[in-house]
């Protein structure tokens, strides 16, 4: 009997995941919660954090690309973050994927992006790694908690 309370029971936790600039450009381009897809394929709660590099670049494109279409996904992406946990890092790096990397690794958290070539990084790493792949399927890549 205790085994099935405890089998069946639900766990509460929630995951703690660092989120890439392209992840955050995918949301705002489609317009749905793709966080709630996520936490649906990972059944867990997902807590997003980000960190100073990642806002820096969302601004900058905001910023450099006047008007354009991307320059406001950009903008939306900035919006959204600002809902998430801000994550105060002392890496100075100026590289975004470098700085995403090393926290990851520092804080043991898995990293949520759409970057092809971080996602071989982070891989390379033993960084756990959750992305989209073309046919819109939630995948993860290494052990997550």
């Given at each position: 009997?205790?085994?099935?309370?405890?089998?069946?029971?639900?766990?509460?936790?929630?995951?703690?995941?660092?989120?890439?600039?392209?992840?955050?450009?995918?949301?705002?381009?489609?317009?749905e919660d793709l966080l709630a897809r996520v936490?649906?394929?990972?059944?867990?709660?997902?807590?997003?954090?980000?960190?100073?590099?990642?806002?820096?670049?969302?601004?900058?494109?905001?910023?450099?690309?006047?008007?354009?279409?991307?320059?406001?996904?950009?903008?939306?992406?900035?919006?959204?973050?600002?809902?998430?946990?801000?994550?105060?890092?002392?890496?100075?790096?100026?590289?975004?994927?470098?700085?995403?990397l090393k926290t990851a690794k520092a804080l043991?958290?898995?990293?949520?992006?759409?970057?092809?070539?971080?996602?071989?990084?982070?891989?390379?790493?033993?960084?756990?790694?959750?992305?989209?792949?073309?046919?819109?399927?939630?995948?993860?890549?290494?052990?997550?908690?």
């Amino acid at each position: 009997m205790e085994t099935n309370r405890l089998r069946y029971s639900k766990i509460n936790c929630t995951l703690r995941v660092l989120v890439d600039t392209s992840f955050l450009m995918r949301i705002a381009e489609l317009g749905e919660d793709l966080l709630a897809r996520v936490e649906e394929s990972l059944n867990t709660k997902i807590a997003p954090v980000v960190i100073p590099n990642v806002v820096e670049e969302l601004r900058s494109l905001a910023r450099a690309r006047g008007r354009g279409m991307k320059a406001r996904r950009a903008g939306l992406a900035l919006i959204l973050c600002e809902k998430f946990e801000q994550l105060n890092t002392s890496i100075e790096e100026e590289n975004v994927d470098l700085a995403l990397l090393k926290t990851a690794k520092a804080l043991r958290l898995p990293v949520l992006t759409l970057d092809s070539g971080l996602r071989r990084a982070l891989r390379n790493s033993n960084v756990s790694v959750i992305y989209l792949n073309k046919k819109g399927e939630i995948r993860v890549e290494g052990f997550i908690p």
